[in-house]
């Protein structure tokens, strides 16, 4: 069983808008944490937004105005729609989540034990 898959990645210009989308085993999609993560060349893995299983939402302030984190029941996604895209979004993305309680650090690395293989987003100016 496969815990996290990630789609919807590619490349787009800049101010131009992709959904990324994270299917879920159900017991993560049920109990966890879930959030995106975001990783450059040569640069830290950075937490991106996250959601809590009650709708709880937290962004970086870089994407704040510009991301929405969701998550659909049916499906058992979460989803990542981002606009008004820039050259500096462009990383690797991955889907992550936390069997850990929702607090102030949500978008800390450290917190999050299930990762997906990541889905490639490229801004061109």
């Known amino acids: 069983q496969v815990d996290l898959v990630e789609s919807g990645g590619g490349s787009v210009q800049a101010g131009g808008s992709l959904t990324l989308s994270c299917r879920a085993a159900?017991?993560?999609?049920?109990?966890?944490?879930m959030a995106w993560f975001r990783q450059a060349p040569g640069k830290a893995r950075e937490g991106v937004a996250a959601?809590?299983?009650?709708?709880?939402?937290s962004y970086i302030d870089s994407v704040k105005g510009r991301f929405n984190v969701s998550k659909e029941n049916v499906k058992r996604s979460l989803y990542l729609t981002m606009n008004n895209l820039k050259p500096e979004d462009t990383a690797m993305y991955y889907c992550a989540a936390s069997p850990e309680v929702w607090t102030a650090d949500v978008l800390r690395e450290g917190w999050y034990y299930k990762w997906g293989p990541g889905t490639q987003v490229t801004v061109s100016s």
């Open positions: 159900p017991y993560i999609y049920q109990t966890y944490l």
């Open positions: 959601i809590a299983t009650d709708g709880r939402t």
